[in-house]
């Protein structure tokens, strides 16, 4: 087996003492706005308090939608994620400008966690991280990381703060998608850095794996359920799958609660 089980439903965000939920939401894509409203709210009903957003969702529209999702449950009840678009962190007012937009379409006066999309090629790591520093020391994000980084781009990024730390890592994981396990997961474990799994049920995919199909009859689950435990059985890895649907939501916190045996883990990790 490649990690010992992480158990817990409730994952430390990097280094901060702060513990987020193990399955979050994601708002990429979203179709239909008014029941994907109705299904968020649900969720952070029932606990799965992380929502994921971006300024590139819906043009603003994903933020808005999250704004009064949070209207409805109350800020407290909600940790938000957001995501600028990396050309933002070429210049320090224009990031500034930008956190500003997405904080006035999600209705709130801080986010708790800004990442950059993903790295902008045209200019040096270490000033993209300064930049999202500055924008944390002004108030307006309690934390800062980064989505699509590399380990190279990581490390760099992890040695450009000063005040603030990396505290999490948005890439792509899913068991028919390991690549993240070959380097940058070990080094997350090993540095306190969270892995936030986007695409975990490779947009429903995982529903067509018989390996998957037959693991799940053994503890009355699906197979997104298995997949989406493979990941959160690992140290430092929370995963956001999303969707519209209230009863996918159901299905998503019926993730939490219990684990795929070291043998089921094994078979997933040997076959897929």
């Given at each position: 087996?490649?990690?010992?089980?992480?158990?817990?439903?409730?994952?430390p965000?990097?280094k901060?003492g702060e513990?987020?939920?193990?399955i979050g939401?994601?708002?990429?894509?979203?179709?239909d706005?008014?029941r994907?409203e109705e299904?968020?709210?649900?969720?952070?009903e029932?606990?799965?308090?992380?929502?994921d957003?971006?300024?590139?969702?819906g043009?603003?529209?994903?933020e808005?939608l999250?704004g009064r999702v949070i209207?409805?449950v109350?800020r407290d009840?909600?940790?938000?994620?957001?995501?600028l678009y990396?050309?933002?962190?070429i210049?320090?007012?224009?990031a500034?400008?930008?956190a500003?937009?997405?904080?006035r379409r999600?209705?709130?006066?801080?986010?708790d966690?800004?990442?950059?999309?993903?790295?902008?090629?045209?200019?040096?790591?270490?000033r993209?991280v300064?930049?999202?520093?500055q924008l944390?020391?002004?108030?307006l994000?309690r934390?800062?990381g980064v989505?699509?980084?590399?380990?190279?781009?990581?490390?760099k990024a992890?040695?450009s703060?000063k005040?603030y730390e990396?505290?999490?890592?948005q890439?792509?994981y899913?068991v028919?998608?390991?690549?993240?396990?070959?380097?940058?997961?070990?080094f997350?474990?090993?540095?306190?850095?969270t892995i936030q799994?986007y695409?975990?049920?490779?947009r429903?995919?995982v529903t067509n794996?018989?390996l998957?199909?037959?693991i799940?009859?053994?503890?009355?689950k699906t197979?997104v359920?298995?997949?989406?435990?493979?990941?959160?059985?690992?140290?430092?890895?929370?995963a956001i799958?999303?969707?519209?649907r209230?009863?996918?939501?159901d299905?998503?916190?019926?993730?939490l609660?219990?684990?795929?045996s070291?043998?089921?883990?094994?078979?997933?990790?040997?076959?897929?």
């Amino acid at each position: 087996m490649l990690f010992p089980i992480d158990s817990s439903d409730r994952k430390p965000l990097g280094k901060t003492g702060e513990y987020i939920s193990a399955i979050g939401i994601g708002t990429w894509a979203i179709r239909d706005y008014r029941r994907a409203e109705e299904a968020l709210v649900y969720a952070i009903e029932l606990g799965l308090n992380v929502i994921d957003t971006a300024e590139m969702y819906g043009s603003g529209k994903a933020e808005e939608l999250v704004g009064r999702v949070i209207r409805r449950v109350g800020r407290d009840r909600v940790f938000v994620i957001t995501k600028l678009y990396p050309y933002r962190f070429i210049i320090e007012r224009k990031a500034l400008k930008a956190a500003q937009a997405s904080l006035r379409r999600l209705g709130v006066s801080y986010v708790d966690l800004l990442l950059i999309h993903w790295p902008e090629i045209a200019v040096p790591i270490g000033r993209q991280v300064r930049i999202l520093e500055q924008l944390a020391i002004k108030g307006l994000t309690r934390y800062i990381g980064v989505s699509n980084f590399s380990l190279r781009q990581l490390k760099k990024a992890i040695e450009s703060v000063k005040k603030y730390e990396i505290v999490l890592n948005q890439v792509k994981y899913s068991v028919l998608d390991r690549q993240i396990e070959r380097d940058l997961l070990p080094f997350a474990i090993k540095e306190g850095i969270t892995i936030q799994a986007y695409t975990p049920i490779e947009r429903g995919a995982v529903t067509n794996v018989e390996l998957l199909n037959s693991i799940g009859r053994k503890y009355g689950k699906t197979a997104v359920q298995v997949a989406l435990n493979f990941l959160i059985s690992r140290p430092r890895v929370v995963a956001i799958p999303k969707t519209e649907r209230k009863e996918r939501i159901d299905e998503f916190k019926g993730v939490l609660g219990w684990r795929l045996s070291k043998e089921d883990i094994e078979s997933i990790e040997k076959s897929l």
